[in-house]
């Protein structure tokens, strides 16, 4: 069992910053492939970024390219979402995704591709 603790997230203004952090359990941190989602209500579930097990790739949705970025502190047994120039449109809950099985260091995109989640973290961004 792996748990999921999220922190972060917010009431913002457009073009505010915002990083949230993602603590997960476990001592091989390391080898699980993490990701950001968010979603809205009457939403399906939105895959924001993603970071392989080493943090050598990162993928992101096109819609936070260039403003959001992922990171990783296998030490710490922590990945970060580091938000810049926000937008109203971003406002959403925002979940941390845990995948433990290991197929390849791919973009894994859907919400089924995730073994264990957080309870997820509101961020409001203002006009």
């Known amino acids: 069992q792996v748990q999921v603790i999220e922190a972060g997230g917010g009431l913002v203004q457009a073009g505010d910053s915002l990083r949230l952090s993602c603590a997960a359990s476990g001592r091989t941190f390391s080898s699980y492939h993490m990701s950001w989602f968010r979603q809205t209500p009457g939403k399906e579930r939105e895959h924001v970024a993603g970071?392989?097990?080493?943090?050598?790739?990162?993928y992101y949705a096109d819609s936070v390219k260039g403003r959001f970025t992922i990171s990783r502190d296998n030490t710490k047994n922590t990945v970060y979402l580091q938000m810049n120039n926000l937008k109203p449109e971003d406002s959403a809950v925002y979940y941390c995704?845990?995948?433990?099985?290991?197929?390849?260091?791919?973009?894994?995109?859907?919400?089924?591709?995730?073994?264990?989640w957080g309870q997820g973290t509101q961020v409001t961004v203002s006009s």
């Open positions: 970071i392989t097990r080493s943090g050598t790739m990162t």
């Open positions: 995704a845990v995948r433990t099985l290991y197929s390849g260091d791919h973009q894994y995109i859907t919400s089924r591709e995730y073994d264990y």
